[in-house]
Every structure is written in structure tokens, then in C-alpha cells.
Nanobody, 117 residues
Framework: HVQLVESGGDSVQAGGSLRLSCVIS????????SGWFRRLPGQEREGVAG???????YYSDSVKGRFTVSRDNVNNALYLEMNNLKPEDTGLYIC????????????WGQGTQVTVS
């Protein structure tokens, strides 16, 4: 079955950077639309960044200009480069296969924790 496994979460200071990875198995990542979500403490899961099969990318307003999503077709992986991190970015970051151009996910990873202090 399809699996998404995230890694790269860590504890960093405000203003720092992290790069999250999501390795996807059983499907070819560039034939699907995929994205990153996060669950902030006490809040519902929210979409952060997505990339369509044509490589068009989209972001939530809260991360636009700070986060960059990219896809690695060789390693069949999805990445999230996060810069200028803020304490309010603290949460569980989850990658998913999504309906193109939306925040509607269908297959989810387990998540990786990001803590910004």
C-alpha cells in the first residue's frame, strides 16, 4: 500500500530554518498532487503548501514567502523548506497525497514534529 514517511522535524530557535522530507512509496510522486499540512497545538489541521502534478505550487497565507515546497522525482520525495521560523509555526507537520489545487488529502503520513522557541 502507499506510504508517506516524514522526517526532518526538530527544535529550533525563532528565525531558524528546517527542511522536512517526505518519502513516498508505491506511487510515482510526479504523477500525483501532494502537499504539506500541519496541526498546531489546540487547532485543526491546516494546509501549508501544495504542488500539483504540473509542478504548480500554492501556499497558505501564513507561510507564503517563508516556506518552499519542492518535489524530487529521483528519490520520489516531497520536501518543505522552512525559513524564518516563528513560534507560531510549532506543530506536527504531515505530508499527504491531495486533490490537485486543494487542501483535500486522501493518503496521509504520520507527521514530524517542529518546535520553534
Amino acid at each position: 500500500h502507499v506510504q508517506l514517511v516524514e522526517s526532518g522535524g526538530d527544535s529550533v530557535q525563532a528565525g531558524g530554518s528546517l527542511r522536512l522530507s517526505c518519502v513516498i512509496s508505491k506511487i510515482t510522486v510526479n504523477r500525483y498532487c501532494s502537499g504539506w499540512f500541519r496541526r498546531l497545538p489546540g487547532q485543526e489541521r491546516e494546509g501549508v503548501a501544495g504542488v500539483n502534478s504540473d509542478d504548480k505550487k500554492y501556499y497558505s497565507d501564513s507561510v507564503k514567502g517563508r516556506f518552499t515546497v519542492s518535489r524530487d522525482n529521483v528519490n520520489n520525495a516531497l520536501y518543505l523548506e522552512m525559513n524564518n521560523l516563528k513560534p507560531e509555526d510549532t506543530g506536527l507537520y504531515i505530508c499527504a497525497i491531495v486533490t490537485c489545487g486543494t487542501w483535500s488529502g486522501s493518503i496521509w503520513g504520520q507527521g514530524t514534529q517542529v518546535t520553534v522557541s
